[in-house]
């Protein structure tokens, strides 16, 4: 039975530029890998995985993994944004790790800007895929607890609550930690992220 891994963080925490390093790797030691994506994220250009710090690396893009068979000789399979794939493709992935010898990597986030698991995540979970969790800290100004949730806004600053798990770079999202979740999210209907930034530099001065 081959590994089936998953690298989880938040947004910002560096999961595809670990994978482009780690891609990178595999190609210097002669190892066949190959990169896949889901084709709904469209943040660069489609056959490319950009990293925010500005790594990247060729990859195929997929809008599911239904007809998906690893090429001949392939060694390692590594996902980005693995979220954005069903639980049905995770299976899929369940069973090639489980019936070749396949190495499968995955990345992406847990949880959705409304503190949801994202569905696909959670199916790495249930199979019991081996968890790195990639540590970052809150985003919010000051605060040094570690980062597991995200705060979505609109272009005012004002906290986005529902809609879609699947948007991608249309909006602003600050990856923050439990506590500031929760007391934005849930306990302050009014909060505005452009007036809290503002007031805390005033702070600081
Ligand atoms: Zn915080």
Do not use: W
């Not at 938040?10 to 002669?30: G, H, P």
């Not at 068979?69 to 954005?84: A, H, N, S, Y």
């Amino acid at each position: 039975m081959a590994k089936l891994h998953f690298y989880y963080g938040v947004m910002a925490s560096s999961k595809s530029a670990l994978l482009c390093i780690n891609a990178y790797n595999l190609r210097r030691t002669d190892n066949k890998f190959e990169v896949i994506k889901p084709s709904i994220d469209n943040r660069d250009s489609t056959s490319k995985i950009v990293s925010r710090i500005g790594l990247s690396t060729d990859a195929r893009a997929l809008p599911n993994l239904d007809n998906y068979k690893p090429k001949r000789g392939t060694q390692f399979i590594l996902i980005d944004e693995v979220q954005f794939f069903s639980p049905s493709d995770i299976d899929k992935l369940v069973q090639i790790a489980d019936h070749s010898k396949i190495t499968i990597i995955c990345y992406g986030l847990v949880v959705d800007s409304n503190g949801n698991m994202f569905p696909a995540s959670k199916r790495l979970f249930e199979a019991n895929a081996e968890k790195h969790e990639i540590e970052t800290v809150c985003e919010m100004p000051g605060c040094v607890n570690s980062a597991n949730n995200h705060l979505r806004f609109d272009a005012k600053g004002n906290v986005i609550r529902g809609g879609s798990q699947v948007e991608v770079g249309a909006s602003q999202y600050k990856s923050v930690c439990r506590q500031h979740f929760n007391s934005i999210y849930y306990g302050n209907p009014n909060f505005n992220l452009l007036a809290y930034i503002r007031d805390t530099k005033r702070r600081q001065k």
